[in-house]
């Protein structure tokens, strides 16, 4: 019987324009990126590929000399038309220009047997040369896992709570066999057990029946519940010195995938969210999307805010800008580039708010959606303690207490107050609920990379 944790704390941010479950084609993405800023924790990127070369999908396009069997490679197959630096030459994007047709880099198959016979370093090696390892992510510290270490346990949410999330029954569809295959690789590189976490309330994908050597816990209450890193502190917390590795839901799939078929496949649902969209539905395409091809003549207006991701932990990007590399969701919204005189005092249920403030009434509708835009409302001031930061996060550790041991670099306290056991989007909802208007999750990668540097 499956265990089940019930959370209270946390908040759900209500937003309008939530995707159809539904997949619609739009017009063909003809350019694809990736950037290795989304790889947390790569710190010399070296570059295999030229401008001008020819690559298949699943051609290895960079790794890290820090860890230099980890290969990123390209998700598409095409001509490399850019390597893209910016200051000091850090490199910010290789840019593919699709073929038509995918050819694919090709590697051998296994079966279920072949499988269960590998040793954990063959599986590991293939995982390494097939592009799939910077799927696994290490906590501590959020960062691509290094093949040279041994978890205690692999942790997978299989639900997202952050707002407007996609919902995994669409985009785990028909991926039964692969998402098995997947949790049965992960198994050999554990001594320890996989959990899969799921929601208490409605039902699971169909991915989800029937799994075998995986464990599965139910979580109910508002996000973050959703983020395996709330889910790794109920079940098997991280203590200093040990390591767990997360893997979310996709990445299985993925896994799975190269085992099965002997190819990098980096074709992916993505959910197309946002009030300011016309169509809110999902889309087929690839990983590191342009994302031109969804957002040109589907916004409401041009003064928008492009995110790759999610409202809270999301990333801004461009109109022509390109979806980041775990990302399953792109997101419009209206920018809040304007200034509202005493906004906060006029009384309005439009505005949504965790706090019960004068004038603010969006509590007494609770099953509103609203469109909330990009605006602050005010500016960063001196650190306000007023227990709002614990209300919101459902986890045995003091945020502001923490921030503040940040901010002054007190390593002892940091390690003390639980530095280990979050990253930026476990505390994002405190970013939201702030007062202050500080940048929590800058404040929170702050902390992770002095620890982790010290």
Not at 179 to 194: C, E, N, P, S
Not at 371 to 379: C, F, S
């Given at each position: 019987m499956s265990k089940l944790v019930k959370l209270k704390k946390g908040f759900d941010i209500n937003l309008a324009g939530k995707a159809e479950k539904k997949v619609e084609g739009f017009s063909a993405v003809k350019t694809f990126a990736i950037k290795p800023t989304d790889f947390l924790g790569m710190e010399r990127p070296k570059v295999l590929v030229k401008e001008g070369d020819t690559v298949?999908?699943?051609?290895?396009?960079?790794?890290?000399?820090?860890?230099?069997?980890?290969?990123?490679?390209?998700?598409?197959?095409?001509?490399?038309?850019?390597?893209?630096?910016?200051?000091?030459?850090?490199?910010?994007?290789?840019?593919?220009?699709?073929?038509?047709?995918?050819?694919?880099?090709?590697?051998?198959?296994?079966?279920?047997?072949?499988?269960?016979?590998?040793?954990?370093?063959?599986?590991?090696?293939?995982?390494?040369?097939?592009?799939?390892?910077?799927?696994?992510?290490?906590?501590?510290?959020?960062?691509?896992?290094?093949?040279?270490?041994?978890?205690?346990?692999?942790?997978?949410?299989?639900?997202?709570?952050?707002p407007l999330a996609p919902d995994y029954d669409v985009l785990l569809?028909?991926?039964?066999?692969?998402?098995?295959?997947?949790?049965?690789?992960?198994?050999?590189?554990?001594?320890?057990?996989?959990?899969?976490?799921v929601k208490a309330e409605g039902s699971s994908p169909a991915a989800f029946d029937n799994l075998k050597e995986v464990e599965v816990t139910k979580f109910s209450g508002p996000h973050p519940a959703g983020n395996v890193g709330v889910q790794i502190h109920h079940v098997d917390p991280i203590c200093k010195g040990e390591i767990v590795w997360t893997v979310n839901p996709y990445g299985v799939v993925q896994i799975g995938k190269l085992f099965l078929n002997g190819v990098y496949d980096a074709s992916k649902v993505i959910a197309l969210t946002g009030s300011e969209l016309k169509k809110t539905v999902y889309a087929q395409t690839y990983m590191g999307a342009c994302v031109d091809s969804f957002v040109a003549g589907n916004t409401k207006s041009d003064n928008v805010r492009v995110i790759s991701g999610n409202v809270l932990t999301g990333t801004k990007i461009n109109k022509d800008g390109y979806l980041g590399y775990y990302d399953h969701q792109l997101t419009v919204i209206p920018e809040g580039d304007y200034y509202e005189f005493m906004g906060w005092l006029k009384p309005t249920s439009d505005k949504?708010?965790?706090?019960?403030?004068?004038?603010?009434?969006?509590?007494?509708?609770?099953?509103?959606?609203?469109?909330?835009?990009?605006?602050?409302?005010?500016?960063?001031?001196?650190?306000?303690?007023?227990?709002?930061?614990?209300?919101?996060?459902?986890?045995?550790?003091?945020?502001?207490?923490?921030?503040?041991?940040?901010?002054?670099?007190?390593?002892?306290?940091?390690?003390?107050?639980?530095?280990?056991?979050?990253?930026?989007?476990?505390?994002?909802?405190?970013?939201?609920v702030d007062v202050s208007k500080h940048p929590v999750q800058e404040i929170v990668r702050k902390g992770i990379e002095l620890i982790q540097y010290s």
């Open positions: 298949k999908a699943g051609t290895p396009l960079l790794f890290d000399k820090k860890m230099e069997k980890v290969q990123m490679v390209a998700p598409v197959s095409g001509e490399v038309v850019e390597i893209k630096r910016g200051e000091k030459r850090k490199l910010l994007e290789i840019k593919i220009l699709a073929d038509s047709e995918i050819v694919f880099e090709t590697f051998e198959k296994f079966s279920d047997a072949d499988i269960q016979a590998a040793s954990r370093e063959k599986l590991i090696d293939r995982m390494a040369q097939g592009g799939v390892w910077p799927q696994i992510i290490q906590r501590p510290f959020g960062i691509i896992a290094n093949p040279d270490d041994e978890p205690k346990s692999i942790f997978i949410s299989g639900f997202d709570s952050h569809k028909g991926q039964e066999k692969a998402f098995q295959t997947g949790i049965d690789i992960l198994k050999k590189l554990t001594k320890g057990k996989v959990y899969l976490g949504l708010s965790y706090h019960r403030a004068l004038g603010l009434l969006s509590f007494l509708f609770p099953k509103k959606e609203f469109v909330l835009d990009t605006n602050t409302r005010g500016e960063e001031r001196a650190f306000v303690s007023t227990g709002v930061f614990e209300s919101v996060t459902p986890m045995d550790i003091y945020p502001v207490y923490l921030m503040k041991a940040i901010m002054a670099e007190d390593y002892d306290d940091m390690e003390e107050l639980g530095i280990y056991e979050v990253i930026e989007e476990d505390l994002a909802l405190c970013e939201f």
